[in-house]
């Protein structure tokens, strides 16, 4: 009898302390101060029309032309357990049958935050930004070509001088190097490292467009830097692979160094991002060196801060991009993109429409593809 009371009582105490509820970040169970988790699904549904078959950069971005497809369906799981300073973070794509995430945070100061798992590593904004809060269908060319894409690892990271002139983010971390899912191939280690100065004095918002239309200026000024040896020149969230002009033959043929610099702010309704590389590639196997530069600017702007009858969920965006690989290819890539964006409830659940021309693709003379799609993407 005296244990069955005091199963009913715990029982009871359990319920007091756990509740169930739908906010921003999905489907939220809470259990007392030092369990949280939340719960979300994604979809993204895109259509496109490519003038030629898929190249190096849209065959993994974008499907077969005239088709539709579901171009992610994930479910993300995140929150906190044991304590409120211990996150975790899991995210799986079904499409691609991966498990993409899956991390952990240690976060009781905010100067000192250590970290470790999987996840596409802190070097350039882009390709850190979820697809979901891209402020095109999605990135832009120069991403295949410089992101180190997702990879396991530690990360020591803080956020310094918070709400000063001087308030910045560091990143500095120790990686395998080899990609997706995979081990060390060569006891050689992606080293990477990251200031980020936020000249707003408080840490930017990782999404673009200026959905909050901020009456302060927001933004940063950033400096990357990457040091690899690995199989690999490229990244995706297949994993590695090679870029346009190489080819591997063994394992740690490649040292890659690469620089990133980046500016971002958004104002009144107006978001500007750019982001500028240079990657330098010692191929040890044929003693060969190579150099490549690239990045992109691209601006998007809500028309009814000026002209009132415009819609205020329409946005208006425009991108330029460019790749340059002159020791290997006498041609530059070149990306010029337009296109609209209509928020129903921030990038939670929008719809989004480009249109780009592509110009020399794979660095090959005269070989331009236009390139239209229409996308769908809803976050619950």
Request: glycine share 8%.
């Amino acid at each position: 009898m005296i244990s069955s009371c005091y199963l009913s009582a715990q029982q009871d105490s359990i319920h007091q302390n756990t509740s169930f509820s739908y906010g921003n970040k999905g489907w939220k169970l809470k259990h007392g101060d030092n369990f949280l988790m939340n719960l979300q699904w994604r979809l993204q549904f895109r259509g496109v029309v490519n003038s030629e078959d898929p190249s190096f950069f849209i065959k993994e971005e974008d499907t077969q032309s005239g088709s539709f497809n579901v171009q992610r369906a994930r479910l993300k799981v995140g929150g906190y357990a044991y304590s409120s300073n211990i996150n975790y973070y899991l995210e799986y794509d079904f499409p691609s049958n991966n498990l993409l995430n899956f991390e952990f945070t240690f976060s009781k100061y905010k100067a000192i935050q250590f970290k470790l798992g999987q996840w596409k590593i802190n070097y350039n904004t882009e390709r850190f930004i979820s697809s979901g809060k891209q402020q095109f269908v999605d990135r832009s060319i120069s991403n295949r070509y410089f992101t180190f894409d997702r990879q396991v690892g530690i990360m020591l990271q803080g956020n310094i001088f918070d709400k000063k002139v001087a308030s910045s983010n560091y990143y500095i971390g120790v990686f395998n190097g080899s990609g997706i899912g995979t081990q060390n191939e060569n006891n050689h280690y992606l080293l990477m490292g990251r200031y980020q100065w936020n000249f707003s004095k408080k840490t930017t918002k990782m999404f673009f467009s200026d959905l909050d239309k901020m009456n302060k200026v927001e933004g940063f000024i950033a400096v990357s830097a990457v040091q690899n040896t690995s199989a690999y020149t490229s990244f995706s969230s297949s994993g590695g692979g090679q870029l346009p002009g190489y080819a591997n033959d063994s394992s740690g043929q490649f040292d890659v160094q690469q620089l990133g610099m980046e500016l971002f702010f958004k104002y009144k309704g107006f978001s500007f991002m750019s982001e500028n590389h240079i990657k330098k590639v010692n191929d040890l196997s044929n003693h060969k060196k190579s150099e490549l530069y690239g990045g992109y600017l691209m601006v998007g702007f809500f028309f009814n801060q000026l002209i009132t009858f415009v819609p205020p969920k329409l946005e208006l965006i425009a991108r330029v991009a460019k790749v340059k690989n002159a020791s290997l290819f006498n041609n530059e890539i070149y990306e010029y993109s337009t296109g609209v964006n209509w928020f129903f409830h921030a990038h939670r659940n929008k719809l989004s429409a480009d249109f780009s021309l592509l110009k020399n693709m794979d660095f090959v003379k005269s070989d331009d593809n236009y390139r239209i799609r229409l996308q769908w993407d809803v976050s619950f």
